[in-house]
């Protein structure tokens, strides 16, 4: 009877290593495969081996941009097209420039010529692409917000400028 149950035990205990090793958690004692998800060697970046959180080749750092002047997307809306350029130094967002606003109508440039410089001052403010919508100014507005927001997503992540 003890070598039926070893053998069982034996297997059941094979048979938790070879699931963990697969599902890459670690063992708990006792052979069972411990819940909450893969091992820290299976989270660590590539780098020196033993060393946690050593950034490693390809890592990118999505809060630091690239210094240089970033494209952002031409987003369309029934005025026309927005499209905004970024000047980034030190890391910091220096200088947003309209290269686009709607010229579809006078009212549409009008607008646009309103909106531009109170969408730049709060970009530059908050460092972001939360932006507030300009009163009488919504699709220019949010045509900013999303060029701006691709512009952004460019300097960190170092792609060249659209």
Do not use: C, W
């Not at 009488?136 to 460019?154: I, M, N």
């Amino acid at each position: 009877m003890r070598r039926v149950g070893l053998a069982v035990l034996g297997a059941g205990v094979l048979t938790a290593v070879l699931v963990a090793l697969k599902s890459q958690l670690p063992l708990q004692p006792g052979g069972a495969a411990a819940p909450g998800g893969p091992s820290p060697d299976a989270t660590r970046p590539p780098g020196k081996p033993g060393t946690p959180g050593t950034p490693g080749v390809g890592i990118v750092d999505l809060h630091r941009m690239m210094d240089g002047a970033h494209l952002g997307a031409v987003v369309t809306n029934p005025f026309g097209p927005v499209q905004v350029r970024i000047e980034v130094r030190g890391g910091r967002l220096v200088d947003v420039v309209p290269v686009r606003l709607p010229t579809a109508a006078a009212r549409g440039i009008e607008i646009g010529m309103r909106a531009a410089p109170v969408l730049r001052e709060q970009a530059l403010q908050r460092q972001s692409a939360d932006l507030d919508t300009v009163s009488g100014a919504t699709y220019t507005s949010d045509g900013y917000r999303r060029s701006l927001q691709s512009a952004l997503d460019a300097a960190r992540t170092g792609r060249p400028a659209a």
